[in-house]
Every structure is written in C-alpha cells, then in structure tokens.
C-alpha cells in the first residue's frame, strides 16, 4: 500500500498539482504560500504581533472574508433575479417566499453587505489609532479610501435592485444629492454655467432617465453585480499586496534595541 | 569610443588589432536623432502611442455618450387634466397624482396645478385632508394646504412646493405643462399662469 502511494506520487499527474512535498520545513511553508494562486498575495512570514487580534481586531480580514460570501451569495441570487421593472419585485418575494435556501441566500447577502460597511468602517478606525496610515503606508491609505467609496456605492446600488418603495425612495433621496455636484449637477455650484440640465448632467447618467425608473434598475444592477465588484476586486489586490510591500501589518519598530 | 558591432558610421577603428568582442550591453541602442530630432524607431513609437492615445480618447468620449440615452420612456411632461367641470371648490384632486405627481386643486378664485416633488429630497408627499397639510413621509416636511397651498411650514424642506403652469387647450380641457415652473421664493406664484381664474 505504502509502495503503491508512492508510486502515484511519482507520477506526473501527481507532481503537477503538488508541486513540492509536504514536510514541514521553513522552505516548504514558503513554497506552499508561493504555490498557491489564492495565497501568493499573503506574506509568507508575518511577524508575531501581527497575529495580536487585539492589534488589528481582524477587521480587514474579517472585509475581505464577507466580500466573498457577498459575491457567492450574490451569483446565487442572480440565478432568480431578474432585473426588470415588472420582474424585480416579483423575483425577490419569489426568492423570499418559494426557492429553496432562497431567504437564507438573500439574508446571507443583505446582513453580509450591513455587516461589511460597519467592518471596512472598523478596519479603517483600527488603522488611524494604530498610526497605520503613516509613511511608507500612505498610499495605501489611500487606496483603502477608494475601496471605502466602493463598498458604499455597492451598497447603495444593491438598495435599489428589491425595487419596492423603501428603495425606490431611498434612492431617489440619494440621487437627488446628487443634483448639487459640483460642475456636474444642474443645481450645484457652476452647474448651470456649465450648461447641465436635468436631461445632461451627472444625475441623469445615473438615472438613466430623469426620475427613478426602469433603467435606473438596469444600471444600478449592472454595476452591483459586473463593474463594482471587479473594479474593488482590482484594488483589493493592490491593497493586499502593498500591505506586504509596506513590511506587513504595522507594529513596533523592530530595528530598535529594545526589541 | 564604444565598440560597437553594427556601427559603420566610426569607421575608426585600427585594423591590425584583432577587435575584443566586449559582451553585449543592456544599454538604450545609439541615439542618433537626425535634422527631424526623430529617427526611424522613435517616430514608429510616437505615432504607436499618438494612436493609441486617440483610440483611448474618442472610445472614453464614444462610452460617456453610450451612458446618455436619447430617448427616456417618461410620461409626457404636458397633459390634460379633464373639463373644469369635474371639479368642485375647495378639491385638492389625487386623480393624476400617480402618474404625473401634480395635484388639481380648485379653490375660490381657481385652480392650481401643485408639484407632489417635495423641495427636500424629492419624494412624494401625502394629501392629509384631515390635518390640511401635505406630509412627507421621507424625513416629515410638512406643507400647507388651504389656503395657501405649498408654503412650507415644518421639516427640512427648504422651499415651498412648486406650482405649475395652468391653462385651458383648445377642447375646454385643463392642459398642465410639468415642464413650466413656478416658485413662490421667487415670486411667481402672482405670475397668470400659476393660476387658472375661475369663479
Ligand atoms: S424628501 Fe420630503 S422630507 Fe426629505
């Protein structure tokens, strides 16, 4: 038996998938964070206190971990869910009341997405006190404050696509702020110079329309589900990775005697 | 002088030492600039980027005009409101609320065709008879009703609501054009077609 299983990992199948052997050797735990498409953005070191979850509360983690019950549950919704004026409400009283695990999927997915504003909120809160925003991490400050906007605006256009009458007004009350852009909106500042109407400016590219409607659902949809989460999915990645360029999750300063 | 393999332009160099082949360089590759300051190399690059930046340029321009529809299925901003008849004085009429947002009312001196927009956030706001007054239920700006219909009076609504403009079409029937608007901070609530005179 022994003879046979080392046989089969001799060969090329076997040694294409594992492409190293599993002793627990430093070089073999570098090897198998290296290996691995999921963990390649994850150092293959960090030092003790950055295990200290009283230091990092675990928030940014605790983010990333709900973004991806948000896009499983969600790609499970999109199964029902179709995003048109007559259809919308329907689909989702059906998904809450009929389809199999549906309310357990929607619930999974509207307390996830409450939950991940709060965390990202956290994360951030933990960052400030910690100093963590300070050089060399500045940039990724700011590139945290980009995925800040990005989650609210996932949020926000995941309010609209129930298409009852909280959302609805919800987001008619949200876009309508967005009449007094600066430059781009026909009420604010320098709009009307600029030529913006309620036909051309910022708001009616949300809308699609100028008033709440059937292709403010499309949109709102297209960019919850396709645009949004690949462009946040782009800068998590810069995130990850520049959390490891900086020299990891922040702490003491090791160079020091003390320590 | 750089020894250099393919540069026959210095022909400088002393024939009877046999040449030693220094390794290749990683080292940008001559730059001779000529009268145009551009050599070959360099103006396929520029004219690779010129292209690409326009392609960049006019297809960004092409998508914002994509995100802006030419054509928006909205109800019509103008609409008849049926005969003056069918209304009675002292009528704050719902009939085309849901279609339109606009409340015929008929008072004393007329009719005034009022805006269900709420000057706050722009939800619509609910006909109290009881209490005389239109409520909003978003964040509760309250608005008078009889006798003058509109003003503000509680909530964060900063301005009355709007009237609109008021006539009769040709057939006898109240025309409303959602499009003309009349603000009362501005005074034009006084203007003729704020108002439809009649007894
Ligand atoms: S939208 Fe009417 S009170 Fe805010």
Redesign the interface.
């Known amino acids: 038996m022994g003879k046979l299983k080392e046989k089969f990992q001799q060969t090329e199948v076997y040694k294409s998938i594992f492409r190293h052997s599993y002793q627990d050797t430093s070089r073999n735990r570098a090897l198998q964070i290296l290996d691995n498409v999921f963990l390649h953005l994850h150092p293959v070191r960090i030092s003790r206190h950055a295990t200290n979850v009283g230091y990092t509360w675990g928030m940014g983690g605790i983010t990333f971990l709900l973004f991806l019950v948000l896009t499983i549950t969600g790609v499970i919704l999109m199964f029902y869910y179709r995003p048109a004026a007559e259809y919308a409400y329907e689909d989702m009283k059906y998904l809450m009341n009929d389809v199999p695990f549906g309310p357990l999927m929607r619930n999974m997915h509207r307390w996830g997405a409450h939950a991940m504003v709060i965390t990202v909120m956290l994360h951030m809160f933990r960052v400030f006190l910690t100093g963590s925003y300070k050089p060399p991490r500045q940039f990724n400050w700011g590139v945290g404050v980009i995925l800040l906007v990005l989650t609210f605006l996932l949020s926000f256009t995941g309010y609209l696509l129930p298409w009852d009458q909280l959302a609805i007004w919800a987001v008619t009350v949200g876009t309508n702020m967005a009449r007094a852009t600066p430059l781009l909106g026909h009420e604010g500042p320098f709009g009307p110079e600029l030529g913006m109407q309620i036909n051309n400016d910022i708001r009616f590219i949300l809308l699609g329309g100028t008033q709440v409607g059937p292709p403010t659902l499309l949109r709102f949809y297209v960019g919850h589900c396709i645009f949004l989460p690949i462009v946040a999915a782009i800068f998590m990645a810069v995130h990850f990775w520049r959390i490891r360029k900086d020299g990891g999750i922040s702490g003491p300063d090791t160079t020091k005697k003390e320590f | 002088m750089k020894v250099s393999e393919t540069s026959d332009v210095t022909p400088k160099q002393s024939s009877s030492q046999p040449t030693i082949r220094k390794p290749k360089q990683d080292r940008p590759p001559d730059d001779d600039r000529g009268t145009w300051k551009l050599n070959r190399r360099n103006f396929l690059s520029l004219s690779g980027w010129i292209a690409f930046f326009i392609f960049l340029f006019t297809s960004t321009l092409g998508a914002l005009r994509f ?3 030419r054509v ?3 109800p019509p901003s103008t609409f008849k409101a049926g005969y003056p008849e069918d209304y009675i004085i002292g009528e704050v009429s719902e009939k085309y609320k849901d279609q339109y947002r606009v409340w015929i009312i008929r008072n004393a001196e007329g009719f005034i065709a009022l805006s269900a927009i709420c000057t706050h ?3 619509t706001p609910r006909y109290l008879a009881s209490e005389n007054k239109f409520k909003c ?2 964040h509760g700006s309250g608005f008078r009703s009889d006798p003058d219909f509109g003003i503000n009076f509680e909530g964060p609504a900063p301005r009355p609501l709007e009237r609109l403009k008021i006539s009769l079409a040709e057939d006898g029937q109240i025309l409303v054009d959602r499009n003309i608007k009349f603000r009362y901070e501005l005074g034009d609530w006084t203007k003729p077609e704020a108002l439809l005179k009649r007894g």
């Open positions: 995100m802006f529809p928006t299925y909205e956030l722009g939800c239920p978003c």
